[in-house]
C-alpha cells in the first residue's frame, strides 16, 4: 500500500528565512507526488507535482520540490518566506497501484511565518 | 473557467437527520472524488467515479453513505442518520487524466 509521512505538524520560520516541510512517502512503484496548500475556510489548492520527468519540480508562489527516490522523500522548499505563506500544506501521493489515482494525503503541516 | 462547485458551503444538521451534499465539477471532467476532512486531518478518500460508474467506494466509513452521479456530471453525497463522528469538511475533486485533482472548496457538516 502506498502512503504518506509528513514530519511536523506545526513548522515556524521568520519571514524571509527558508521554508522546509518535509514529506516521506511509501510506495512499490513509481508513485505521483503532489503538494497542495490550504488556506482557512478554502480548499486545496495545488503548488506543484510529479509525475515522470525532472526530478525537481518548480510551482506556483516561489515554491519548489525535489523528487529524490533513494530518500523516498519529496520535500517542499521556498528560499524566502512571505507572510502570505501561512497556511496548511499537505503531500499527497496518487494511487496508482489500484488505478483509482485517488490521493493519501499525509496529516498536514501548518506553517506560522513570524514578522 | 468556473472550477469546482460545491453547496452547501456550510450545513448544520441535528443528529438523525439526513443531509444531501452537492458537487458541479469542472465541465468534461470524467473522474470525481469525495474526500471526508476531519478537524486538524488530512483529507481522506470516500469514493471515486468515472463519469456515472462509481468504481471505488472503499473509504465511505458506513451505509449510512451513499454517492451518486447519474449522468456524469454533478455528484450527490448523502449521509442517512446523521451522527456527530460525520462532522467533518467534505471536499470533491474532478479530474480530466486523473494525474491531477482540482478540488471544491468543501462542504463544512457540523452535526449537533
Known amino acids: 500500500a502506498q502512503s504518506v509521512t509528513q514530519l511536523g505538524s506545526h513548522v515556524s520560520v521568520s519571514e524571509g528565512a527558508l521554508v522546509l516541510l518535509r514529506c516521506n512517502y511509501s510506495?512499490?512503484?513509481?508513485?505521483?507526488l503532489f503538494w497542495y496548500v490550504q488556506y482557512p475556510n478554502q480548499g486545496l489548492q495545488l503548488l506543484l507535482k510529479?509525475?515522470?520527468?525532472?526530478?525537481l519540480v518548480k510551482g506556483i508562489n516561489g515554491f519548489e520540490a525535489e523528487f529524490k527516490k533513494s530518500e523516498t522523500s519529496f520535500h517542499l522548499t521556498k528560499p524566502s518566506a512571505h507572510m502570505s505563506d501561512a497556511a496548511e500544506y499537505f503531500c499527497?501521493?496518487?494511487?496508482?497501484?489500484?488505478?483509482?489515482?485517488?490521493?493519501?494525503f499525509g496529516t498536514g503541516t501548518r506553517l506560522k511565518v513570524l514578522a | 473557467g468556473a472550477g469546482v462547485s460545491q453547496s452547501p458551503r456550510y450545513k448544520v444538521a441535528k443528529r438523525g437527520q439526513d443531509v444531501a451534499l452537492r458537487c458541479d465539477p469542472i465541465s468534461g471532467h470524467v473522474s470525481l472524488f469525495w474526500y471526508q476532512q476531519a478537524l486538524g486531518q488530512g483529507p481522506e478518500f470516500l469514493t471515486y467515479f468515472q463519469n456515472e460508474a462509481q468504481l471505488d467506494k472503499s473509504g465511505l466509513p458506513s451505509d449510512r453513505f451513499f454517492a451518486e452521479r447519474p449522468e456524469g456530471s454533478v455528484s450527490t453525497l448523502k449521509i442517512q442518520r446523521t451522527q456527530q463522528e460525520d462532522s467533518a469538511v467534505y471536499l470533491c475533486?474532478?479530474?480530466?487524466?486523473?494525474?491531477?485533482?482540482?478540488f471544491g472548496p468543501g462542504t463544512r457538516l457540523t452535526v449537533l
Open positions: 510529479y509525475t515522470t520527468g525532472a526530478t
Open positions: 510506495s512499490s512503484v513509481p508513485p505521483y
Open positions: 475533486a474532478s479530474s480530466a487524466d486523473r494525474k491531477e485533482q482540482f
Open positions: 499527497a501521493v496518487s494511487d496508482t497501484i489500484a488505478g483509482t489515482y485517488k490521493y493519501i
